[in-house]
Nanobody, 125 residues
Framework: QVQLQESGGGLVQPGASLSLSCVVS????????MGWFRQAPGKEREFVAN????????YYEDSVKGRFTISRDNAKNTVYLQMNSLKPEDTAVYYC??????????????????WGQGTQVTVSS
């Protein structure tokens, strides 16, 4: 019933920016802690950032701190990931995820209940 749909991925040069969006259907964004994960070919899905229900707590993986910003607009059932100063190492499929139980730090894949299909982000010269 609950569906997540990511958008905004694309091919950009190093140093460029992209804005990802995740729209929640069949539920309300305010019900969940929301997270962004990414997965590169041959690698495990890894944590990028999460934000709690009212946006009171936000956590980032160390490699994206100062470059990425997670935010949410519960009235629009949407979560965002603003990505600046992109590096080739950021190349991956980016996934939006929803966690029913609210917690300030949720960095493990198994903690999340719903997942989107992912959107490809490629950073290359």
């Amino acid at each position: 019933q609950v569906q997540l749909q990511e958008s905004g991925g694309g091919l950009v040069q190093p140093g460029a920016s992209l804005s990802l969006s995740c729209v929640v259907s069949g539920g309300t964004t305010s019900t969940y802690t929301m997270g962004w994960f990414r997965q590169a070919p041959g690698k495990e899905r890894e944590f990028v950032a999460n934000i709690t229900r009212r946006g009171s707590y936000i956590y980032y993986e160390d490699s994206v701190k100062g470059r990425f910003t997670i935010s949410r607009d519960n009235a629009k059932n949407t979560v965002y990931l603003q990505m600046n100063s992109l590096k080739p190492e950021d190349t991956a499929v980016y996934y939006c995820a929803a966690k029913q139980t609210d917690f300030y730090y949720a960095a493990r894949v198994r903690e999340y209940d719903y997942w989107g299909q992912g959107t490809q982000v490629t950073v290359s010269s």
